[in-house]
C-alpha cells in the first residue's frame, strides 16, 4: 500500500460573485479529483486551532499531525530548516520577503507594498539583489549593529536571524496581509525591538529605490524589488518522528521551503524540483516524475504539495486561482492516479486545501476546508464532487492532527 498526500494550497475559498455565487472549487474543471471524491470519503476538517492565526505553517502541522499549539514557535525556523539554515541558539528567526514598494522618495511608512513577492521574482534575480543591498557598506553597518544576518534562497524568501532578538510580544504584519495600503499603518509594535526592525527595512527601501538591478527591472517592465520585509518570527524548534508515529516514511516534494522545513524536521525527505516556482508556471512534470521515483524508489508515503492557488490568490488572480485547481487536476491528480493504477500499486490518498484564501481579501481564512479520502481497495459510491459545501455534508474532523492516523486507517 502506498499513502499520498496532496495539498492544492489555499484553493479553498467562499462563494464570489464573479463566478456566480460558486467558489473557485466549485468553478473549476477537476474532473479527477471530483471522480476521486464521489468514489470515497469526503469531509471537512479545521486544520488551524482559533487560537492561532491561519496560514500553511500551522495548518500543515497539523496535516502532518503535528498540533501547532504545542509544537509552532513561528513560520521562520521552518522555512529555515527546509532551506538548510541552522537557527541558532540565542537567535531569533524570520521570513525576509523581497518586496515591491510604491515607486518614489517619500516616506517609507507612507509608502504601499504592491507586491509581497516583487511581482513573482526569479530566485536568482532575488539573491542577486538581496545580496548587493547587504553589501552596502551602510546598510552592512546597520545589520551589524542590530545583530542581524541574511541568508539569501532562491526565491523572494530569504530567512534573516538576529542574535538575542526580542520577539517577546512583537507585532510584525505579513506583507501579502496588507497589500495596497499604507505601510505606517502596520508599523512593527509590541517591543523595542520592533523599531530596529522597521528603521532596517526603511533604510532598505531608500538604498534599494534605484539602485542599478531595480532600474534594470523597471526597464524591463518588471516590478523593483525595492525593499524587504522581515515577518514570521520564531526561535528553533523541534517536530516528533514522522516514521516512529505513523510507521511509515518518505519524502515531500514542494516548491516552498517551509513545507521542505516541515518534512525534513518530522524526518522526511524534502525533494526539490528544478523549475518548481510555487505559481501557476511550475514544472508539474517535474514533480509528478519525482512522485513515481519516490514510489518506485521504495517510499511509502509521499506528499505533494502545489503552491499555486494560494500564490494566485495573493496576487489577485482569479483567472491563475481557476487554472491552478485545473493543472493540479490535470496535470498532477489525474495521471498519478492513472499510473499507480498501470503499475499494479494499492494506494490510499489524501487531498485537501491546507487552509482557505480568499479571494475576497487575499489572504487566509481559517474556517474548516474539505479533505477527500480515497481507498483503492474499498471504492465506495454515490460520492459529491470536491467542493466546500459538499465536504460540510460530510463527517467533521475538529482537530487536523487527526488526518494523519485517517490516511494510514489508524
Known amino acids: 500500500m502506498k499513502y499520498l498526500l496532496v495539498i492544492g494550497d489555499g484553493m479553498a475559498d467562499n462563494p464570489l460573485p464573479e463566478l456566480d455565487g460558486k467558489t473557485p472549487l466549485e468553478a473549476a474543471a477537476k474532473p479527477a479529483i471530483d471522480a476521486l471524491a464521489q468514489h470515497g470519503l469526503l469531509g471537512s476538517v479545521l486544520t488551524v486551532p482559533k487560537t492561532l492565526p491561519p496560514g500553511s505553517d500551522t495548518a500543515i502541522l497539523s496535516i502532518f499531525g503535528c498540533d501547532p499549539l504545542r509544537y509552532f514557535t513561528g513560520r521562520s525556523p521552518l522555512e529555515a530548516a527546509g532551506c538548510g539554515v541552522a537557527v541558532e541558539p540565542g537567535c531569533a528567526s524570520f521570513r525576509c520577503n523581497m518586496i515591491a514598494m510604491e515607486d518614489g522618495d517619500g516616506p517609507f511608512d507612507e509608502k504601499k507594498i504592491l507586491s509581497h513577492n516583487a ?3 526569479d530566485g536568482e534575480s532575488s539573491m542577486a539583489i538581496v545580496t548587493a543591498l547587504c553589501e552596502i557598506p551602510e546598510f552592512r553597518a546597520a545589520l551589524d549593529a542590530a545583530g542581524m544576518t541574511i541568508s ?31 505601510v505606517g499603518d502596520y508599523a512593527f509594535s509590541g517591543n523595542e525591538n520592533a523599531k530596529t526592525l522597521w528603521n532596517l527595512m526603511a533604510l532598505a527601501n531608500r538604498l534599494l529605490e534605484h539602485h542599478p538591478l531595480n532600474e534594470a527591472r523597471r526597464a524591463q517592465g518588471k516590478k523593483p524589488a525595492n525593499g524587504i520585509w522581515f515577518w514570521a518570527e520564531g526561535t528553533a524548534m523541534a517536530l516528533p518522528s514522522f516514521v516512529e508515529r505513523y510507521g511509515h516514511g518518505g519524502s515531500v516534494i514542494s516548491a516552498v521551503p517551509l513545507v521542505h522545513g516541515i518534512g525534513a524536521l518530522t524526518g522526511l525527505k524534502p ?18 516524475q519525482a512522485a513515481k521515483d519516490a514510489l518506485l524508489g521504495g517510499d511509502e508515503f509521499v506528499c505533494l504539495h502545489l503552491e499555486a492557488p494560494d500564490e494566485s490568490t495573493h496576487n489577485g488572480s482569479l483567472p491563475d486561482k481557476l487554472l491552478a485547481i485545473n493543472q493540479l487536476d490535470s496535470l498532477i491528480v489525474a495521471p498519478l492516479v492513472q499510473w499507480l493504477q498501470q503499475q499494479k500499486l494499492d494506494f490510499r490518498l489524501l487531498l485537501l486545501s491546507d487552509h482557505k484564501t480568499l479571494m475576497s481579501t487575499r489572504t487566509h481564512d481559517g474556517d474548516p476546508v474539505p479533505f477527500l479520502l ?5 471504492l465506495k459510491s454515490g460520492g459529491l464532487p470536491y467542493t466546500e459545501a459538499n465536504g460540510q455534508q460530510g463527517p467533521f474532523v475538529p482537530q487536523g492532527t487527526e488526518l494523519m492516523k485517517m490516511l494510514f486507517n489508524l
Open 119 to 121: 511581482g513573482s521574482i
Open 152 to 182: 539569501p534562497t532562491p526565491s523572494f524568501r530569504h530567512i534573516a536571524q538576529q542574535r538575542g532578538g526580542d520577539i517577546q510580544g512583537l507585532v510584525a504584519t505579513p506583507p501579502h496581509d496588507i497589500l495596497g495600503r499604507r
Open 271 to 288: 525533494v526539490t524540483v528544478e523549475g518548481a516556482t510555487g505559481e501557476v508556471d511550475t514544472n508539474y512534470a517535474g514533480k509528478l
Open 374 to 378: 480515497y481507498d483503492s481497495t474499498d
